[in-house]
């Protein structure tokens, strides 16, 4: 079965939310992508998609370079829903007409249903109010024909808007934010109402599909995978190694910056639970070595990328002929969109990158079209432990960029008994699973202090932890006094060296959620 012959496609005019709209879509198990909305029209002929979303964005559909979608999208007889910007383009493709609103709408607002069947099937009229959440200067002033308001608002008449014989409607307020307490309805209405969707995107399917695409392409061909102990590769992993078995290789690099018993758990699973090849390089001397006397950030980061991939090819070398690599990119790291603008390197991020190139290994990326909670969820259907797939992110460069200043074993030493006491007081108190991270980090300066009569001077940790979605953005956890004071109490008796612990109160932006 080809759980992708039935998609929803979101054309994306920009807007922070699109990402948002393709999610709450998977939630109903039906399958969505997202493709900028330069989309061309030959595309969607050849996708034949369900239906069309039309994203909100930022611009005004009378900007003198207003993304604009090919019209003829209207004539394809497929049922389409523009969101806000995405109404208010279909109004003025369709002859309508929009306007600078006399008063902007910007957060909460009370929906009025006027027609309680498409969109609003369920739903009721009369004197009954739904919130909703709203963000536009520009509304719609005069419909195009054949189109009636289906719901309106205090300032907007035409909150929400129907063709009464064609399968075009549009809502000028976003159903894909949580603020939309009818969003999941409106959504659930057009998936399956008005484009005739079935349910069937689950994970059981996608695994079974998967697993075939997979067989399919590799043939009778060696693959690689290198494991990081994070989920992604984890998942990568374990679903290549159901389609392939002996065929996969994985290999895990030691660098000497993983936490205590970073991976003990996942390698014990693999070891116990499948027979997946596993290579362990120790590779702690080495990276240590590199790292000697390094202070610069982002040369930690380089050096830390380049040793990586030194080590794994060596590695890879030894097995012969591999002709593919298998890696865990997902969903959000391809979506092409209008919304990723490219921006200033803040960042070296280290994961995989750069091998395909040096290596010349063609690319398996089974969770290519995957958010981060459905790679937990196929997790959870391949038998990973719980505890490796709920397991917080860790950055490919480890503890070398949680320890400011200089990298030395003694420092490393700290810093992983600081870790140890942060996470297991997470774990305790319920937090590790509330929040999106917490972790310690080691300050390249020391304090006073007095411990019974003595007088200390040594070094300071800082702890931080913070909510997140997608690590974009990211605020500070307002962790309990209670738990701060304990984990601050434990790191101070606990680990010898440390005489002070603070609490990074910095949300992203402007600081990062590392701290280098
Ligand atoms: P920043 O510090 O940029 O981090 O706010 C955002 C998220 O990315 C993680 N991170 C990394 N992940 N390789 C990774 O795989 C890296 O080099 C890297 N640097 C940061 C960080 O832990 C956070 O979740």
């Given amino acids: 079965m080809n759980i992708h012959n039935e998609k929803i496609l979101i054309l994306d005019f920009g807007s922070q939310t699109t990402q948002l709209i393709a999610r709450r879509i998977r939630e109903q198990k039906v399958y969505c992508e997202i493709h900028p909305y330069t989309f061309s029209l030959d595309s969607i002929k050849e996708m034949q998609p369900k239906g069309i979303v039309l994203s909100g964005g930022p611009a005004s559909v009378y900007d003198e370079d207003a993304p604009l979608s090919d019209p003829g999208l209207f004539e394809l007889d497929i049922p389409v829903l523009g969101i806000c910007y995405g109404a208010q383009l279909m109004t003025l493709q369709l002859g309508g007409k929009v306007e600078k609103a006399q008063k902007r709408e910007f957060g909460k607002s009370d929906l009025e249903v006027l027609f309680t069947g498409g969109l609003f099937a369920g739903l009721e009229s009369g004197t009954c109010r739904y919130q909703i959440w709203m963000s536009h200067g520009d509304r719609i002033e005069v419909l195009p024909a054949g189109f009636e308001s289906s719901a309106q608002s205090e300032h907007s008449p035409y909150a929400a808007i129907r063709h009464t014989e064609k399968n075009m409607v549009g809502v000028q307020f976003h159903p894909e934010v949580a603020h939309t307490l009818i969003g999941t309805d409106v959504l659930r209405n057009f998936i399956f109402g008005i484009c005739g969707c079935d349910p069937n995107w689950t994970m059981h399917n996608f695994v079974e599909s998967t697993v075939a695409e997979i067989r399919n392409k590799v043939g009778a061909e060696k693959v690689i995978c290198a494991l990081s102990g994070g989920v992604d590769s984890a ?12 065929q996969l290789t994985c290999i895990y690099v030691n660098n000497g910056l993983m936490r205590t018993g970073e991976t003990k758990s996942l390698m014990r699973f693999f070891q116990d639970k499948t027979h997946l090849n596993v290579i362990q390089v120790d590779a702690e001397e080495y990276f240590l070595g590199e790292l000697d006397g390094v202070v610069d950030p982002e040369i930690k980061r380089k050096k830390i990328g380049y040793g990586f991939i030194k080590i794994f090819e060596e590695e890879a070398k030894k097995l012969g002929d591999v002709k593919y690599l298998a890696q865990g990119t997902l969903y959000p790291d391809v979506i092409e969109s209008v919304s990723f603008r490219g921006g200033a390197v803040i960042k070296s991020h ?15 990326e089974p969770l290519r079209d995957l958010f981060k909670d459905e790679v937990r969820e196929l997790g959870l259907e391949l038998g990973l432990p719980e505890e490796a797939i709920y397991r917080q992110p860790f950055p490919g460069p480890g503890l070398g960029i949680r320890i400011m200043g200089e990298v030395t074993r003694d420092r490393l030493a700290i810093l992983r008994q600081a870790d140890v006491i942060v996470l297991e007081e997470m774990k305790n108190s319920g937090y590790y699973r509330k929040v999106w991270q917490s972790f310690a980090v080691l300050l390249p300066i020391q304090t006073v202090g007095v411990m019974g009569d003595e007088r200390t001077y040594e070094n300071v940790i800082a702890l931080r932890s913070v909510d997140s979605v997608d690590a974009m953005t990211a605020d500070w956890s307002k962790l309990p006094y209670d738990l701060l004071g304990r984990i601050s109490n434990r790191i101070i008796n606990e680990v010898r060296g440390v005489n002070r612990v603070v609490f990074d109160v910095s949300s992203k932006p402007p600081s990062t959620i590392e701290w280098e």
């Fill in 350 to 364: 280290h994961n995989v990158g750069g091998l395909p190139e040096v290596m010349k290994l063609d690319l398996i």
């Fill in 235 to 246: 998942v990568t992993a374990a679903l290549v190694h159901k389609a392939i078995g002996d």
